[in-house]
C-alpha cells in the first residue's frame, strides 16, 4: 500500500474513494472475492483480492468499477489487463 | 431544559402544519438536547444526529423490514384483508435485508450505473427544455403566474422513467395515480379510516397492468428496465414473478416521486435566495454542487423508518427489541458537528457528504439517475426562464401530508419584477 492519497485507500491496482464510498455493498455484490465492507462501513479490497497477489477477476472489477453508485472505485493504471496477467 | 421541556418534544407529530412546513426548530432542539428521544406521538425512537443515523443505516440491528410488523398488527384484526397488498409489498427491495435484498439490488442496479444514466442525459434535457419552453409561454403575460409542481417538477421525471423503464407514456397518469396511493402507506399519511384499502385496491391494478406488460416483453423482448428484468426472470430463475411486480412498482414509485419532489424542494430554496438563483443563471459549473446543497437543506426524504432487531443501547437510551426507530435524515444533515453553519445555503459547498440518499446497503438506487436528472433539469430550466419569482410566500405554500416524504403540492411563480430582459 504506496502512495496512498488522504481519503483514499488502495491496494494492488485498485483504489477506493473512502469519503465518496457510502457503504452501499454493490462492489460486494458483483466481486465478492474482490471487496468487502469493511469496520469503517466503506468498501475495502480484499488482502488477497488484488490483481497482484493472483486473483484476476479483472471482468469483476471492471464491473464493480461501473456498478459503484457514486463512482467511488477505480483502477489505478491504465492497463489493468496488462498488469495482471 | 426542564423536565417539561422535555417531556412536551415527546408529544410534538411531525404531522402538524407548523412542521410539515419548517421542522428544523424542532430538530435543532433534539440535535442539541435529545439527539435519541422516544416519542409519543409516533411511537418511535428519533435519532437526529449525523453520526448516530450513519451508524443506525450500516448497523444490522436497525432492520428494515416494515411490512412483516405492520401486517402481523392488522391481520390480528377482524375483517382485514390486505394479504396480496402485504405480500407485493414485502417483497420490495428496501424492506428486505441479505441475501434477498442484495440479491434484488445487484438485478436491478445495472439499469442505474453512472454510465446508463450518461446516456439518458440528452432525454432528460429534451424534455426539461419542452417543459421550459411550454412554461416560458404561459409566463410570458404580465402578472401571469405558473405552477412549477405541476408544469415541470412532476412530468419531467414522469416522462424519463417511462421511456427507461419500459412502460408506454400515455399510461403516465394511471401509473402517478397508483403511485399516489401506494404513497399513502410508503410515505406514511396519517392512518384514516380506508388508508389500508385504497392502497391495496391501487396495488392489485397496478400488478394486473405490470404482469401484462410483462406477459408482452416475454413475446417481444425490447431495450428497457423491465424486459431485463423479464429475461432475468426466464433465463436464470433469478427472480420470482412476483419479484419482477414487486421490483417495479419499487422503481416507477420511487422515480416518479423522489426526483419530483427534490426538484421543487430545491426550486422553492432557489426562489426564495434570488443572489444564489442568479449566481446558477450566469454559471451552469456550479450546478452540480448546488444540488447537493439543496439536497442536503431540503432533500424529498425526511426520515427512514427502521425496526430494532435486537435490544440495543443508543446515545444512553435503551431501545428495545421490535421498536420502531426513524432516523431524522432531515435533521442529520443539519447536525452543526458535522456541517459548519448548518442551516444557511451555501451552494459552493464542498464535501458535503448529506444523508438525502440515505448509506450502507439501501443507500438509494437511483441517486446518479436523481443527481443528474436534478442537475440537467434545473440547468435547463434557468437557461430558458427568464428570472423567477415566488408567487406567494414560501411558508404559505401547501406541503404534502406524508412522514417520510417532504414536499410541496404547488409551486406558483411569477417573472420577477424589475426584470428587464
Not at chain 1, 39 to 53: I, Q, S, T, W
Not at chain 2, 292 to 303: A, F, I, Q, W, Y
Request: glycine content about 8%.
Amino acid at each position: 500500500m504506496t502512495g496512498e492519497r488522504p481519503g483514499h485507500t488502495t491496494r494492488g491496482l485498485i483504489e477506493v474513494d473512502t469519503e465518496a464510498c457510502v457503504g452501499s455493498a454493490t462492489c460486494v455484490g458483483i466481486a465478492s472475492d474482490v471487496f468487502s465492507i469493511g469496520a469503517g462501513g466503506k468498501a475495502v479490497v480484499n488482502p488477497r483480492g488484488h490483481l497482484d497477489e493472483g486473483v484476476q477477476d479483472v471482468q469483476g472489477v471492471q464491473d464493480a468499477i461501473d456498478g459503484c453508485p457514486v463512482t467511488a472505485i477505480r483502477w489505478r493504471s491504465a492497463d489493468p489487463s496488462g498488469a495482471a496477467r | 431544559m426542564t423536565r417539561t421541556d422535555a417531556q412536551a418534544l415527546e408529544r410534538v407529530s411531525l404531522l402538524t402544519p407548523e412542521l410539515l412546513v419548517d421542522p428544523h426548530p424542532y430538530f435543532a432542539e433534539l440535535l442539541a438536547h435529545r439527539p435519541v428521544l422516544w416519542n409519543e406521538a409516533h411511537r418511535a425512537w428519533l435519532i437526529a444526529r449525523y453520526d448516530d443515523v450513519v451508524a443506525a443505516f450500516r448497523s444490522e440491528a436497525f432492520g428494515s423490514d416494515r411490512i412483516g410488523p405492520y401486517a402481523r398488527l392488522r391481520d390480528a384484526r377482524p375483517g382485514a384483508d390486505l394479504e396480496r397488498m402485504f405480500t407485493v409489498l414485502g417483497k420490495w427491495m428496501v424492506f428486505l435485508s441479505p441475501p434477498d435484498h442484495s440479491r434484488l439490488r445487484i438485478l436491478a442496479h445495472r439499469s442505474f450505473t453512472p454510465r446508463q444514466v450518461r446516456i439518458l442525459k440528452s432525454r432528460v434535457e429534451t424534455v426539461a427544455a419542452e417543459l421550459a419552453a411550454h412554461l416560458r409561454a404561459r409566463i410570458a403575460p404580465r402578472g401571469s403566474s405558473v405552477d412549477l409542481v405541476e408544469g415541470f417538477c412532476l412530468p419531467l421525471p414522469g416522462r424519463v422513467i417511462a421511456g427507461v423503464f419500459g412502460v408506454p407514456e400515455a399510461d403516465g397518469e394511471m401509473l402517478k395515480s397508483w403511485a399516489e396511493e401506494l404513497g399513502l402507506f410508503i410515505n406514511g399519511s396519517a392512518r384514516e379510516e380506508d388508508r389500508d384499502r385504497r392502497v391495496a385496491d391501487a396495488i392489485l391494478e397496478f400488478e394486473k397492468y405490470l404482469k401484462s406488460l410483462i406477459a408482452g416483453y416475454r413475446r417481444r423482448p425490447a431495450d428497457n428496465i423491465l424486459s431485463g428484468l423479464v429475461t432475468a426472470n426466464d433465463q436464470d430463475d433469478a427472480l420470482s414473478e412476483e419479484e419482477v411486480v414487486a421490483t417495479s412498482m419499487l422503481i416507477l414509485d420511487a422515480g416518479y416521486k423522489t426526483v419530483q419532489n427534490a426538484l421543487g424542494n430545491a426550486l422553492v430554496l432557489l426562489l426564495d435566495s434570488p443572489r444564489d438563483y442568479q449566481r446558477l443563471q450566469d454559471d451552469s459549473d456550479l450546478v452540480p454542487a448546488a444540488v447537493e446543497e439543496l439536497l442536503r437543506l431540503n432533500g424529498p426524504s425526511r426520515l427512514s423508518v427502521r425496526r430494532a432487531v435486537h435490544d440495543l443501547e443508543l446515545g444512553g437510551c435503551r431501545i428495545s427489541k421490535d421498536s420502531r426507530v426513524y432516523l431524522l435524515q432531515a435533521a442529520a444533515n443539519r447536525d452543526p458537528r458535522r456541517f459548519d453553519d448548518p442551516n444557511e445555503l451555501r451552494i459552493d459547498r464542498t464535501s458535503n457528504s448529506h444523508l438525502a440518499f440515505g448509506m450502507g446497503i439501501h443507500f438509494c438506487l437511483g441517486a446518479a439517475l436523481a443527481r443528474m436528472e436534478l442537475t440537467s433539469a434545473l440547468s435547463v430550466l434557468l437557461r430558458q426562464l427568464p428570472p423567477l419569482e415566488l408567487a406567494e410566500p414560501a411558508a404559505c405554500l401547501p406541503r404534502h401530508r406524508l412522514l417520510l416524504l417532504n414536499g410541496l403540492e404547488r409551486l406558483p411563480v411569477r417573472i420577477a419584477r424589475g426584470d428587464r430582459r
